[in-house]
């Protein structure tokens, strides 16, 4: 009988609600790229429409997230560990608190990217998402992985994207020395108080791909005590 046949018997599959989770985790973090671009044109309704269903999505994931939570079998023939999984719920959960509150602080002080970073700051933004985006891969195999009893190909998979979500985080701690380069080469024409925010929020950005990155590393920790 498979692993998935046997979990179909004793246990309700937790693999399901956590896919759910990042997905809809990543399609919020996603939202800020038109939120930004609302930004840059000082365009604040369209800012504030795009926030608020960015905040409805956070909310959405945290739903999910208590769901799974409740549900999570205690019982015989889980085939990972519970305390991981919910690690892992976990580390996912905080790329959606994060990305809201970038929107939320951004939109509080009209703070608009100064134009001459706003390209360097959009790529290092798409960087950062594609570490969410690799995390959404990884977890997608997980229902796969379960049916071939945490071995095989998919298991291979699981560890290329692990590697892969590593080279990424890298490349945006590179991306945010470059960027905050370009800020301090203009931070004397700008408001001081924003430029304090402007480097937090170069900051809190780079965030999301660091929290991509231990979403990673929880998973291959679950992977090997499965």
């Given at each position: 009988?498979s692993?998935?046949?046997?979990?179909?018997?004793?246990?309700k599959?937790?693999?399901?609600?956590?896919?759910?989770?990042?997905?809809?985790?990543?399609?919020?973090?996603?939202?800020?790229?038109?939120f930004?671009?609302?930004?840059?044109?000082?365009?604040?309704n369209?800012?504030t429409?795009?926030?608020a269903e960015?905040?409805?999505m956070?909310?959405?994931?945290?739903?999910?997230?208590?769901?799974l939570?409740?549900?999570?079998?205690?019982g015989?023939?889980?085939p990972?560990?519970?305390t991981d999984?919910?690690?892992?719920v976990?580390?996912?959960d905080k790329?959606?608190n994060?990305?809201?509150?970038i929107s939320?602080?951004?939109?509080?002080?009209?703070?608009?990217?100064?134009p001459?970073?706003?390209?360097?700051?959009?790529?290092?933004?798409l960087?950062?998402?594609?570490?969410s985006?690799?995390?959404?891969?990884?977890i997608?195999?997980?229902?796969e992985?379960?049916?071939?009893g945490?071995?095989g190909?998919?298991?291979q998979?699981i560890?290329?994207?692990?590697?892969?979500?590593?080279?990424?985080e890298?490349?945006?701690?590179?991306?945010?020395?470059?960027?905050?380069h370009?800020?301090h080469g203009?931070e004397?024409?700008?408001?001081p108080?924003?430029?304090?925010?402007?480097?937090?929020?170069?900051?809190?950005?780079?965030?999301?791909?660091?929290?991509?990155?231990?979403v990673?590393?929880?998973?291959?920790?679950?992977?090997?005590?499965s």
């Open positions: 009988m692993m998935n046949s046997i979990l179909g018997v004793f246990a599959s937790p693999i399901k609600p956590l896919q759910e989770h990042i997905y809809k985790v990543h399609e919020c973090a996603s939202h800020l790229v038109p930004f671009e609302a930004a840059y044109a000082n365009d604040w369209k800012a429409g795009i926030r960015l905040s409805k956070e909310k959405s994931a945290d739903k999910l997230k208590r769901e939570r409740m549900n999570l079998p205690k015989l023939f889980m990972i560990d519970r999984l919910l690690g892992l976990t580390e996912q790329i959606a994060t990305a809201k509150d939320g602080r951004i939109l509080g002080r009209k703070l608009v990217i100064p001459p970073i706003q390209q360097e700051f959009m790529e290092y933004l960087r950062c998402l594609d570490a985006a690799c995390a959404v891969k990884a997608d195999e997980l229902d992985l379960l049916e071939t945490f071995q190909r998919e298991l998979i560890d290329k994207l692990v590697v892969e979500l590593d080279s990424i890298n490349s945006t701690d590179v991306m945010q020395i470059s960027l905050r370009s800020l203009i004397q024409d700008l408001n108080v924003d430029v304090v925010f402007l480097y937090n929020v170069i900051e809190w950005v780079g965030e999301l791909a660091d929290l991509a990155e231990r990673g590393d929880k998973l291959e920790l679950m992977l090997a005590r």
